[in-house]
């Protein structure tokens, strides 16, 4: 979206498979390259960000069960990842940074729809990483004079996504489904998400990127983005079972860990300030991923 708008584009990445899809564009385009690192690289961080007018922080570990693995190497990505981040933005003069947070930082809804102000509760390492980096945007914002948003992303899919062990409810059960494989259902699959299309998540972030924030600022802008709207798991199996027309066999096993039970973004914050709203609905989405095969490769 950025290339199309005339924008020259840095990628800082630690894995070419995570931008494979980009391969050709990357390629083909004048105005983006491709770096291969890590974020808590200082160094390559530094060479990274140097002469950028913004920094659109999108690197994370993001699944919630590793994080239960792996709290240390969470908190080391995502945290200490962020902070060398914010760091050297500040020493080269980067005036822009979009963090991608996550609406895991308020854990169990104490009501719904979920604004901004509702309080935070982490229930799982990959959540608390997210408010600790958080804490660090706010504290740079206020020391620094960098102009800092913060987006707290609800559940995102759409083409691109991975499929794993880790991966989100949507590609599990599109690639279940593509293999005559039974759904497996964590919990009684009565509890509801805030599906948002990645359509509408990048238009966030580029909405953020020519807003204009006047500064100084008392504290970073943080906004939910979502769809609006929740649906329950149980609802999500019908959606697709209707989508490619087959009755599909659903297994129940136990909750996870620090999955929260409901989650519905309120997005009249983001409305009213970035002029956000989503275009994308969960059927639209859900039928150009099963559908099109190839676009969840």
Not at 144 to 150: A, M, R
Not at 163 to 185: D, T
Not at 193 to 220: G, M, Y
Not at 279 to 287: F, K, M, P, S
Request: charged share 20%.
């Amino acid at each position: 979206m950025l290339l199309a708008k005339g924008h020259s584009v840095v990628i800082l990445d630690n894995s070419p498979v995570a931008v494979s899809g980009f391969s050709g564009l990357l390629q083909s385009e004048d105005s983006s390259k491709y770096i291969k690192g890590d974020i808590r690289d200082t160094g390559l961080v530094s060479l990274a960000v140097r002469g950028c007018e913004a920094v659109v922080h999108l690197a994370a570990i993001v699944s919630v069960p590793f994080s239960v693995e792996q709290p240390l190497e969470t908190c080391d990505v995502n945290v200490r990842g962020t902070l060398n981040l914010l760091n050297q933005c500040a020493r080269q003069g980067v005036p822009k940074f979009i963090f991608a947070s996550s609406c895991a930082v308020y854990g169990e809804a104490q009501y719904l729809p979920i604004d901004e102000k509702h309080p935070k509760s982490p229930l799982s390492p990959y959540a608390a990483s997210k408010l600790a980096a958080e804490v660090y945007c706010s504290a740079f914002s206020r020391s620094d004079h960098l102009s800092i948003t913060v987006l707290r992303f609800f559940n995102i899919f759409g083409p691109g996504q991975s499929v794993g062990s880790y991966s989100g409810v949507i590609s599990r059960f599109a690639a279940a489904m593509r293999n005559s494989e039974p759904l497996v259902i964590h919990g009684d699959g009565t509890q509801s998400r805030d599906f948002v299309h990645i359509k509408d998540v990048t238009s966030s972030i580029v909405r953020c990127l020519v807003n204009e924030q006047k500064w100084p600022a008392e504290d970073c802008m943080i906004y939910n983005i979502g769809s609006g709207r929740s649906v329950s798991v149980l609802e999500l199996v019908r959606i697709m079972q209707k989508i490619l027309g087959v009755e599909v066999q659903t297994e129940f096993a136990p909750p996870r860990v620090g999955d929260v039970k409901h989650s519905q973004a309120d997005i009249r914050k983001a409305n009213d300030e970035l002029g956000y709203m989503p275009t994308v609905t969960i059927e639209e989405g859900l039928r150009e991923l099963l559908v099109n095969r190839e676009s969840t490769v």
